[in-house]
């Protein structure tokens, strides 16, 4: 059994592309990653990337929705199922 890379040591990925912690860039415990917006395209900074505020607060005001309860009929099976003969054996 091969004991794990460090940080430091290339890794291999599936794609047989070699991946080491230099690839990435150094970001603090807890600091705010700069990105462009993946939907206004708008320089933002937050922990995750994704949507910028704005763009959340607008997302939630167009697509949400009201909670509702849905009737369902209650399941009835089909003809052709018979019960279990075990299960009806007296």
């Known amino acids: ?3 794990p ?6 890794h291999t990925t599936t794609a047989g592309a070699s991946v080491s912690a230099d690839d990435f860039p150094e970001v603090a415990e807890g600091a705010d990653l700069e990105f462009d917006c993946p939907s206004c ?13 704005d763009c959340v607060e607008r997302m939630r005001s167009q697509l949400s929705g009201d909670a509702r309860d849905v009737d369902v ?7 052709n199922v018979t019960p279990n003969a075990v299960a009806t054996k007296d």
């Open 5 to 10: 890379s460090t940080p430091t040591e290339p």
């Open 73 to 79: 009929a209650d399941y009835e099976p089909k003809m």
């Open 1 to 3: 059994m091969s004991k």
């Open 41 to 53: 395209a708008q320089t933002t900074a937050a922990r995750f990337y994704g949507p910028c505020l």
